[in-house]
């Protein structure tokens, strides 16, 4: 079907500020991925999956200019023991990070073997992206896979001594960034990723992340800080028999992140669970999409999304599980909650089951909601002041989400980040 | 210590008159009872003087050591030394125990002026005064009151004021939902509060609780109104007669 001229138009003036990367071992990926960008053509606000959040400023040609965070609070994960990669408005900064070593771990940059004809990565960068690409299109995921130049390809073989740690800084206010990540989990591997900072003005992500035969892949992400980047992240992750997979996300600031997250569940016994906390003032925006195939048997899957907005504040998720048939015995949980903090916040969500087996457990639920006034009373009635009574309940109801992290030290991390935010806001 | 005078209290949200004149007043050092049948305003009286929305006071008023508890915001009021154990306590979800009673016990100290307490005073403290109200240390981790069970809601709310060491303390039908041996550990935990700085307003249906919270004074509430005040017998006479004979009297 030919697409309306306006999202072609889009379309054409977006790609004539890229060029595609010539040569080496992802060409054929990449020219495949643009194929599917010019079929699908980029999102606009008349497709259903971008119903509820405005596309533009991630599609427009250039992007709108984000001014820099204040930095007067330490980053985050700072304290904690890992492998730090820093990248500077898109590019790898070799200087500012550790060595590219860590035992059973072999890395490297996209950029530094895109000159090579063979890699492993070739096997799997854009691969599973392209996978995730039906039964909904994500033309943004696959715009990154033709024309991302940095990222890191990972390969795990054992169990990671400590997490890697991607840190993403943001120095020119018109950065525009597309970084692609490909993660390959090797039989019984294990990694715990973390990703901290605002990274570019714009920013478009891609995580491919392949989890074998009893792998454990857990993933830590804060994002948000500089309040005027817009974001775009896609991971997509394809889980192997008993493998485990963990994703969490805290997010405050922005006036635009949409995070989607593409999981397949290929292997019996398998687990995903992933779930985001985020906390938005004023003209913040973000999106929560999520969809979980369940193609095996006996596995389970998790989504729990907390959302506290304010001002004005704007939310969304989109989640859904799709039982195909014969994955008999799946357990599909996914709740999303928004705390709505005064009358003029919103949020928007569309849970989806889509179930084609007879022998399955899946339930979901949405709500939207004020602050408890009874439970604000009993801590008032004991001394606690309105604001630290308001922040404690708001903590309370972002918890069922932050539990979602295994780490209890990373769990205390993020805690400490929410009632910062919090803090900082407090009437 | 507490002095509530002429206090006329309506629903905010409808022209429902609750209080119609309550005269009160508590002395330091002395346990005062109310008692009264369903619908006689006694919970009224708790919420309206403890801060909580929904009321208007219309008439009267209602002063803590001579403060002008009515102007202030209910975590003002608590500062001053006001305490309520609620018939009700609230389950909270995600917010536990310790760092709720953490977070008011500094709050409470941080509002008069005082140094917050350290994290291994406090441990010591609640560890103490736990034991004595037979709470576990796994009921201290949970959320608050979350799957609690009457007595310890109860109990819990004994271990509140243990640890905010107020200077009047309002008990809300405390003994409701307690089976005896839940109601004389309960009781047992308020005895020991008593001191000669600290007042008590214990309002009850039943004279029971009296038998082990033995107070000084006691009232019969009734339509809004203190009909009739007198000592420990005023209880005793309640429960062998019931309401009707003393309200009838007191018209």
């Known amino acids: 079907m030919a697409l309306p001229q306006a999202k072609l138009d889009a379309t ?11 040569g080496g071992w992802a060409e054929t990926a990449r020219q495949d991925a643009l194929s599917r960008v010019k079929a699908q053509g980029l999102p606009g606000r008349r497709d259903e999956y971008w119903k509820y959040t405005r596309p533009d400023g991630l599609t427009a040609p250039a992007p709108t200019s984000a001014a820099i ?10 304290e904690v023991d890992r492998l730090k990669l820093v990248f500077v408005d898109g590019v790898f900064d070799a200087a500012a990070s550790d060595d590219l070593a860590l035992e059973h771990v072999r890395l490297e940059r996209l ?5 090579a004809d063979i890699h492993w990565a070739r096997d799997y960068y854009g691969t599973l992206e392209a996978s995730g690409q039906t039964p909904v299109a994500r033309p943004l995921a696959a715009l990154n896979t033709a024309f991302a130049t940095d990222g890191l390809l990972i390969h795990v073989t054992g169990k990671a001594p400590k997490p890697i740690s991607l840190i ?5 206010p018109q950065s525009d960034v597309m970084l692609h990540h490909v993660i390959r989990m090797d039989e019984g591997a294990e990694l715990t990723l973390l990703e901290n900072g605002p990274a570019a003005a714009r920013f478009n992500m891609v995580l491919e992340v392949e989890v074998a035969d009893g792998a454990a892949f857990n993933h830590v992400r804060a994002q948000g800080r500089d309040h005027e980047r817009q974001a775009a992240t896609h991971i997509f992750a394809r889980l192997g028999r008993e493998s485990r997979f963990k994703s969490f996300t805290m997010t405050a600031n922005g006036v635009m992140t949409r995070n989607e997250c593409v999981i397949e569940l290929t292997g019996d016994d398998a687990s995903a669970h992933v779930a985001g906390a985020c906390m938005g003032d004023g003209d913040f925006v973000h999106d929560d999409t999520v969809f979980i ?9 998790r989504q729990v999304f907390k959302k506290v907005l304010r001002n004005g504040a704007t939310g969304v998720f989109q989640g859904k599980i799709l039982v195909k048939a014969g994955a008999q015995k799946t357990d599909g949980y996914q709740i999303s909650q928004s705390l709505l903090l005064d009358g003029d916040s919103q949020f928007l969500a569309k849970p989806e089951l889509e179930i084609y087996a007879d022998d399955v457990a899946c339930s979901h639920g949405s709500t939207s909601g004020a602050i408890d006034e009874d439970a604000l009373f009993y801590l008032r009635a004991r001394g606690v ?14 918890a069922e989400a932050v539990e979602e992290i295994e780490d209890a030290a990373l769990a205390e991390e993020i805690v400490t980040r929410m009632e910062a935010w919090l803090a900082r806001r407090r009437g | 210590m507490l002095e509530i005078k002429n206090l006329h209290v309506k629903l905010e949200e409808e022209d429902k008159q609750i209080l119609k004149g309550v005269d009160l007043t508590v002395e330091a050092g002395k346990v005062h009872a109310i008692m009264g049948p369903n619908g006689s305003g006694k ?36 500062s001053l030394g006001l305490f309520l154990a609620f018939q009700y306590p609230v389950e909270i979800p995600g917010v536990g125990n310790m760092t709720f009673l953490r977070t008011a016990v500094n709050a409470q100290r941080k509002a008069r002026g005082q140094d917050e307490m350290s994290a291994s005073d406090f441990l010591k403290e609640i560890r103490a005064k736990a034991k004595e109200l037979q709470i576990d240390a796994d009921m201290l981790k949970r959320p608050v009151n979350v799957g609690f069970s009457g007595g310890e809601k109860k109990r819990n709310e004994i271990l509140q004021m243990a640890m905010l060491e107020p200077k009047m303390c309002i008990l809300d ?25 600290r007042g008590f307003l214990v309002i009850t249906h039943y004279q029971r609780l009296l038998d082990h919270i033995k107070p000084d004074v006691v009232h019969i509430m009734s339509n809004g109104r203190i009909v009739k005040s007198g000592g420990p017998e005023l209880a005793l006479e309640v429960e062998q007669n019931g309401y009707a004979d003393i309200l009838a009297e007191a018209v």
């Open chain 2, 173 to 197: 039908e405390t003994d409701s939902g307690l089976d005896v041996d839940a109601m004389k550990l309960v009781a047992e935990g308020v005895n020991a509060l008593r001191s000669e700085g």
């Open chain 1, 385 to 398: 002041p309105h604001g630290i009574a308001t922040d404690l309940l708001t903590l309370a109801f972002l």
């Open chain 2, 43 to 78: 919970s009224t009286l708790s919420y309206v003087l403890s801060g909580r929305d929904g009321y208007e006071v219309t008439e009267g008023s209602a002063t803590l050591e001579g403060e002008d508890l009515l102007e202030l915001e209910p975590e003002e009021r608590a």
């Open chain 1, 293 to 301: 195939t369940h193609d095996a048997v006996n596995c389970e899957s």
């Open chain 1, 111 to 115: 950029a530094d073997t895109s000159s």
């Open chain 1, 168 to 172: 993403y800084h943001h120095q020119d």
């Open chain 1, 69 to 78: 965070f204040d930095e007067s609070e330490p980053p985050v994960f700072d």
């Open chain 1, 12 to 22: 054409d003036a977006r790609l004539a500020t890229l060029s595609l990367p010539a």
